[in-house]
């Protein structure tokens, strides 16, 4: 039988789902609760200096929905408003009823030295298993030169970075912002001043649209609007790609976030490197028991495939992502229709006829390719709604032979 426990940086999880750092793990109670429905950890909303002010706007959310479905969150909420004592407080009840829970502390400051090392030696004394350190809210926080505005920069990153592991005695995780041009630079960076692993990703900045019948934007705050935190997902490729990339830069311990829906999502994140998984927007839509099956799929999934923990398949599918370059230019394949599925709706011939190359047409009652045209581009497999096309190898050119 397969286990779902698994550890890195001495921390022991006993599964490797988190609530990430967010309206879910803003409250002690709350979080007392999801630990005793299974969640393996929490890391907690973020803690500020008492004497950051924030100011929260009303309303803060706004969703996007595809046939009925929430797919896309908006939101523009900032850090945690409880004072510091409640959290230091909180984080020796939770580790005190909770031992074998993993509790992270999300902490952000602004950039003064003095201030985040003074928050890192508030916590160390508490039983808090790391730290994370919040480099990457895109909305509110960048206002003041913190949040995303430290993370989109490789120095202001790296010298943070450094200030809190002059003070720290407990690992500290980095969560970086996927609105950059390229995150590994960053991980990189963090990496270099002495990080000892990266969160990946924070939201992705973006705006959800505008209502046509009045012209304002969607998220509307009496008239107004702004930029938010895109999450949900919608951002789930953004997110692959970034645990990706930083992966195949760095061998620094992830915790992957953005746009886990079910166990199938982190297990693709652990099998692109992550080390374990946060989860918040589908915990916000659906509640904590999510987790039940989360975990059940994981360990199902594990044993239909033999395997003895998340190990076995860590990393196993970022070895064969790589280069545009270096991808095999002499293999084609071409659709292969199945007869007994077509309806002949002829959405395949029109999708290729105006979008590729016209290698499709209906001859004699059906559906049939043009090798000579085709260019295996695969977007007729896609759009078939009867799931009738899939793309085998063409092997009669020996020139284009696999």
């Known amino acids: 039988m397969a286990t779902l426990q698994t550890s890195f940086l001495g921390i022991q999880f006993e599964n490797p789902f988190l609530l990430a750092s967010a309206p879910p793990t803003s409250k002690v109670e709350s ?39 929430i797919i896309g969150f908006q939101n523009i909420e900032l850090l945690s408003h409880k004072s510091l004592q409640y959290w230091l407080d909180g984080i020796r009840f939770l580790k005190n009823k909770h031992p074998n829970k993993v509790v992270i502390a999300s902490i952000m400051a602004p950039q003064e030295k003095e201030k985040w090392q003074a928050l890192v030696q508030s916590i160390n004394d508490t039983p808090a298993d790391a730290f994370e350190l919040n480099f990457s809210c895109p909305h509110g926080m960048p206002e003041k030169k913190i949040g995303m505005a430290i993370g989109a920069s490789r120095e202001f990153s790296k010298n943070i970075t450094a200030w809190v ?3 720290a005695k407990k690992p500290v995780f980095v969560k970086l912002t996927p609105n950059v041009t390229d995150i590994s630079r960053i991980a990189l960076a963090v990496q270099e001043a002495g ?44 997110g692959f790609r970034c645990v990706a990339q930083i992966r195949q830069a760095s061998a620094l311990p992830i915790l992957a976030s953005g746009g886990i829906s079910d166990w199938s999502d982190a297990a693709q994140y652990i099998a ?18 999510i987790i039940g099956k989360m975990k059940d799929g994981l360990l199902n999934y594990l044993n239909s495939k033999s395997f003895d923990s998340i190990n076995d398949i860590k990393g196993s599918a970022v070895k064969k992502i790589t280069s545009h370059e270096k991808l095999n ?66 092997l009669e050119n020996a020139r284009l032979m696999c």
Not at 45 to 64: F, H
Not at 222 to 231: H, M, N, Q, Y
């Open 329 to 394: 230019k002499n293999c084609l394949v071409v659709p292969s229709i199945d007869k007994s599925k077509c309806v002949l709706c002829k959405k395949c011939v029109s999708c290729c006829s105006e979008s590729e190359s016209g290698a499709l047409s209906v001859l004699d009652g059906a559906i049939k390719v043009d090798k000579g045209l085709c260019l295996g581009c695969s977007l007729c497999s896609h759009v078939c709604p009867q799931g009738a096309i899939v793309m085998t190898h063409r």
């Open 165 to 167: 592991k002059e003070a």
């Open 195 to 238: 990080a000892d692993g990266v969160t990946a990703i924070n939201t992705a900045q973006g705006f959800m649209g505008v209502d046509l019948d009045s012209l304002e934007p969607r998220l509307n705050i009496d008239g107004l609007s702004t930029f938010g935190g895109l999450s949900g997902p919608i951002i789930k490729a953004i």
């Open 31 to 69: 979080i007392d609760k999801a630990f005793e429905m299974g969640w393996g950890g929490a890391v907690l909303k973020t803690i500020t200096p008492d004497d950051l002010i924030m100011n929260e706007a009303s309303p803060r959310y706004q969703v996007q929905k595809h046939n009925g479905k």
């Open 272 to 289: 692109l490197g992550a080390d374990a998984v946060q989860v918040c927007t589908e915990v916000m839509l659906n509640g904590y028991e």
